[in-house]
């Protein structure tokens, strides 16, 4: 008698479980969500990172009824916002956008780090890939990236390149072009890709190592020029733009990328729910064709190959700045 009735309690009480369990994931009409989701972007507005989660989120709004408010912490190279994500309720109502800069490099530039991106966060999905693009103003006597080696052979040190923040890809780029090259530039860090664009158009910078999302629209407006990508391909939203490898540096490879991550212990129907959702978003073609328009290509998979991707990714950066021996504090 005692043995039924414990195995009818462990029944009840593992049919409860499931059942709350599962009502995480029924949306609007169970138990998530009933609230408003914050998606923390970590740099400013107005730069790549800004603009792709901006997307994500009227696409979450529109297609599923979710209120999503876009939270944006610049700073420290996207430390600032992904240590907000990392140290909030892991309930699935606060998530981040988080890139190859924070989850990355950073841990590898930096001698001390708020977080642990390889523990301290719950990787949902992958949304897209980003190459870098050297730009300049239109009216800048830089017409290929053989002009602007040539001029910093000649005057080491006196050109500045801005980017939008140390630790990003764009960071990064730059420091290997330069060796890579045999120059020295002056690397000018801002808070964000906005700020950067900002002083590159208004003449304080010459030149602008930025995401592809953040040059796309005054480089269609005629107000800057491309010098070179750093894909090992060219983009089809720039293909007359030739690559870094293609104009004497073979091998040159710099892309940045972006996906959701949530606090570590977040549960695993939100964490899948939220990972349904956006693949079946990124294969719309509005959206591809907005991203592509942007300069960036969608990218999805399951959090598990997320994680994966993460792990090797902060392998791949971490060595390569251990050997160049690059440090901030």
Do not use: C
Not at 4 to 27: D, E, I, Y
Not at 74 to 93: E, M, Q, T
Not at 228 to 254: C, H, N, W
């Amino acid at each position: 008698m005692q043995r039924r009735h414990f195995l009818q309690a462990t029944a009840t009480t593992l049919a409860t479980g499931l059942a709350t369990s599962a009502s995480w994931a029924q949306g609007p009409s169970g138990a998530w969500p009933d609230k408003p989701i914050r998606l923390i972007v970590p740099f400013p507005p107005g730069g790549g990172t800004d603009t792709t989660s901006r997307l994500v989120a009227e696409k979450f709004t529109t297609l599923n009824q979710w209120i999503v408010i876009v939270d944006n912490r610049p700073g420290a190279a996207g430390n600032i916002g992904l240590d907000a994500v990392a140290k909030a309720a892991p309930d699935g109502y606060t998530i981040g956008m988080g890139q190859a800069s924070n989850l990355a490099i950073n841990p590898a530039l930096y001698t001390k780090m708020p977080f642990d991106p390889l523990k301290d966060f719950s990787p949902i999905v992958q949304i897209a890939e980003q190459p870098v693009v050297l730009v300049v103003r239109q009216d800048s006597p830089f017409r290929t990236l053989a002009d602007f080696i040539k001029a910093a052979k000649a005057k080491p040190g006196e050109f500045s390149v801005g980017q939008a923040g140390s630790g990003t890809v764009g960071h990064l780029a730059g420091e290997m072009l330069a060796r890579r090259a045999g120059i020295q530039a002056l690397q000018v860090p801002y808070k964000g890709a906005g700020p950067a664009m900002n002083d590159l158009l208004g003449g304080q910078i010459p030149l602008y190592f930025g995401n592809s999302v953040s040059v796309m629209s005054p480089l269609s407006a005629g107000k800057i020029r491309a010098l070179a990508i750093t894909s090992a391909k060219r983009l089809p939203a720039m293909a007359d733009v030739p690559t870094v490898a293609e104009q004497g540096y073979p091998g040159f490879d710099a892309t940045t990328w972006l996906g959701l991550v949530g606090p570590a212990g977040m549960p695993t129907p939100v964490v899948n729910r939220i990972n349904k959702e956006v693949v079946a978003m990124l294969g719309r073609k509005d959206v591809q064709d907005k991203l592509a328009f942007e300069g960036s290509v969608s990218v999805t998979g399951t959090p598990q190959q997320f994680a994966a991707f993460i792990r090797a990714e902060h392998a791949k950066w971490g060595g390569l700045i251990r050997e160049a021996n690059i440090k901030l504090d």
